[in-house]
């Protein structure tokens, strides 16, 4: 008798994979670095073991806070509301990162008020003795500007000066 006997080894193969998050292999999904094992049958029914030496890098997030008065410029855009903004940036090993910009923006304020005085005005310390328009700048309770004009008008007395010479007694308006 004669053998024609074919052997066939078990073989052994490894290989290195890199991911953002996870990863998945023959539909396993992994989610954390390390290495990973799983048994096949090659074609002609021998054992194959697969090693897979795994590095996960994890996705990155982060919240910003931040205030402003009447715009905020991040990352060359403009923002002039209130509200949550969202930016992807990318890692050094090629991960999402995003960043959340929570943002409360507080606009400056303009008031306008008139008033009308005889001869003079007082205003925050500030006496006026003309008609016109008077601007005065504050801070919001935020910190932003204030900015406040008055338009003024102010009247002026009229006084009239006359001589006149009597004897015994002079009348005036009736007086």
Same mark, same amino acid.
């Given at each position: 008798d004669t053998l024609h006997l074919t052997v066939y080894y078990s073989s052994n193969n490894e290989f290195s994979a890199t991911a953002c998050g996870s990863y998945t292999w023959n539909n396993s999904i992994y989610e954390t670095s390390g290495d990973y094992t799983q048994q096949f049958h090659d074609i002609h029914g021998a054992d194959s073991t697969v090693t897979l030496h795994l590095t996960i890098f994890p996705a990155v997030t982060n919240d910003i806070n931040d205030t402003a008065c009447n715009s905020y410029v991040w990352n060359d855009s403009t923002y002039t509301q209130t509200g949550d903004y969202v930016q992807i940036f990318e890692t050094v090993h090629g991960c999402d990162s995003t960043v959340t910009l929570h943002l409360v923006v507080n606009h400056s304020a303009v008031t306008d008020i008139a008033d009308t005085a005889c001869?003079?005005? !007082?205003?925050?310390?500030?006496?006026?003795?003309? !008609?016109?328009d008077y601007v005065q700048h504050f801070e919001t309770v935020h910190g932003c500007d204030s900015t406040v004009t008055l338009h003024l008008t102010v009247n002026h007395s009229d006084s009239t000066e006359f001589s006149h010479v009597a004897c015994y007694s002079y009348t005036w308006n009736g007086t």
């Open positions: 001869d003079s005005f !007082t205003w925050n310390d500030s006496t006026y003795f003309e !008609t016109g």
